[in-house]
């Protein structure tokens, strides 16, 4: 070993350092100007910008050369930028908790770990903690790649006022936890419905005659778990730290590639960024060919259409409400027009939102 290389590119790194922590304080002085200058301004001020923070990402990730891959580089500048919001005002946010789910990991993910965080009980409450202003913007789960959509998320969309102002996206990798020393020891299983379905293979293999107990969250298991002596829990690293249990194995989702969508609520509009969807709640009315009809003017004026769910209306029976995503803008050529021959059409027109699509 070359000690006085070493020693060089220690000091080089000291050195990097040293210019990183001016740059950061710069960029921190400047965000005390703009909450200076929007806290003067008339009204009140969004002192969050999503498309804004947004379009730092996509440039972050197009002038990222590596080693350090797009997602990590990503990571460090969201964290940035949420110390540096947090100087202008640091943003309370409700989630779907409590503390340990994957609904508060995608909560940083997204806003990075500078704001105040609020545990709601249920979808429910995170909407209501948004409408009464208890908190700036909520997170809740809309759908996952395995187990499908999440129906009480949708929905609250029905009635609620609330606006889609983002997404993030998490993979999903589910732990087993306890603390026993062998897996032979483990009596009873807790976890949540999904990741009992979403480690169904590895469970039958590897914990076949072990009972298997849902709950109303992985964080729950892991508490029980945690309580408890010959349990364990399917939950994430997260709640392995919080509820100090060891993680015996790791990663024992059935599919790899599993992925959870989260949607962020508010009450702000938000700008385009050019990469960008819009949610729709749309009521037809009760006529052959209903559907049609609201899908031919998106695929008159050349809308991509990436996804429709269909729910009851919970007003007459068998009558259904559809939420369709699309890609685009709401202030873009062709969701315009659509959207005006859409209420021609529909009983009902709701836009939800119209957000950036989510980073890595």
């Known amino acids: 070993m070359d000690k006085n290389l070493l020693e060089t590119f220690r000091q080089e790194i000291d050195s990097i350092d040293r210019q990183l922590i001016q740059l950061i304080s710069s960029r921190a002085e400047l965000a005390q100007k703009v ?14 910008r ?10 972050v990730l197009e002038h990222n050369k590596g080693p350090l891959s797009g997602e990590e580089m990503a990571r460090l500048i969201r964290e940035v930028m949420s110390a540096c919001l947090a100087l202008e005002q640091r943003l309370q946010v409700a989630f779907l908790g409590p503390a340990g789910t994957f609904t508060e990991e995608a909560t940083y993910k997204h806003f990075g770990h500078s704001i105040s965080t609020l545990s709601a009980s249920s979808i429910d409450d995170v909407f209501r903690e948004v409408e009464s202003d208890n908190a700036d913007y909520g997170v809740v789960p809309i759908e996952n790649s395995t187990q499908g959509i999440v129906n009480s998320t949708l929905d609250m969309f029905m009635e609620s006022t ?12 589910q732990h087993l936890l306890s603390n026993v020393e062998k897996l032979s020891e483990i009596q009873v299983l807790y976890s949540h419905q999904q990741s009992l379905a979403q480690c169904k293979k590895w469970l039958e293999t590897n914990l076949p005659g072990v009972k298997r107990v849902p709950v109303s969250s992985n964080a729950d298991a892991a508490q029980r778990a945690y309580a408890e002596p010959h349990a364990a829990a399917i939950a994430s690293a997260t709640a392995a730290e919080e509820y100090k249990l060891t993680i015996h194995n790791k990663n024992i989702e059935d599919s790899p590639d599993n992925t959870t969508r989260f949607l962020i609520i508010g009450k702000q509009e938000v700008q385009q960024t050019g990469d960008d969807k819009t949610t729709l709640l749309i009521s037809a009315r009760n006529k ?15 809308v991509s259409l990436t996804r429709i769910e269909s729910r009851p209306s919970h007003c007459v029976n068998w009558e259904y409400v559809f939420f369709l995503d699309l890609e685009g803008h709401i202030d873009r050529a062709g969701i315009k027009e659509s959207l005006d021959e859409l209420k021609a059409e529909a009983d009902l027109l709701k836009v939800l939102g119209s957000y950036p699509r989510a980073a890595l």
């Open 288 to 302: 052959p060919g209903a559907l049609f009809s609201l899908l031919q003017p998106l695929a008159r004026n050349n």
């Open 35 to 48: 909450a200076t200058v929007k806290a003067n301004g008339q009204g009140k001020a969004n002192f969050y």
């Open 162 to 173: 609330l606006k889609i102002v983002g997404e993030v996206e998490l993979r999903i990798h």
């Open 50 to 59: 999503p498309d804004r923070e947004a379009n730092i990402l996509k440039r």
